[in-house]
């Protein structure tokens, strides 16, 4: 099993920023790629931003320019650097890892962006 706890979110002004970390512990070998996702209120869960254990990354297109992703292999932690906050990016965000083709989820944590 894989443990995962996020912590950063909480309550920003629009234009702000915040940064989401995400450290996972227990069964943690082969875990390849790490990610984050969101969930607002009534939407699908949707990708924002994941990065493989080489490095390679992908991003939303709502949120590239804005956010980055990155991870230490040597802590496993994965972060989440969000610039230029919009209220449109409100959401319950979800740490995901990815070990042998299985997804493992934190509980999420909650980003609101006021206008």
């Known amino acids: 099993q894989v443990q995962l706890v996020e912590s950063g979110g909480g309550l920003v002004q629009a234009g702000g920023s915040l940064r989401l970390s995400c450290a996972a512990s227990?069964?943690?070998?082969?875990?390849?790629?790490m990610g984050w996702f969101r969930q607002a209120p009534g939407k699908q869960r949707e990708l924002v931003a994941a990065?493989?254990?080489?490095?390679?990354?992908n991003s939303a297109d709502s949120v590239k320019g804005r956010f980055t992703i990155s991870r230490d292999n040597a802590k496993n932690t994965v972060y989440l650097q969000m610039n230029s906050l919009k209220p449109e990016d409100s959401a319950v965000y979800y740490c995901?890892?990815?070990?042998?083709?299985?997804?493992?989820w934190g509980q999420g944590t909650q980003v609101t962006v006021s206008s």
């Open positions: 995901a890892v990815n070990k042998l083709g299985l997804w493992y």
């Open positions: 227990g069964s943690i070998r082969s875990i390849n790629t």
């Open positions: 990065i493989t254990s080489g490095g390679s990354t």
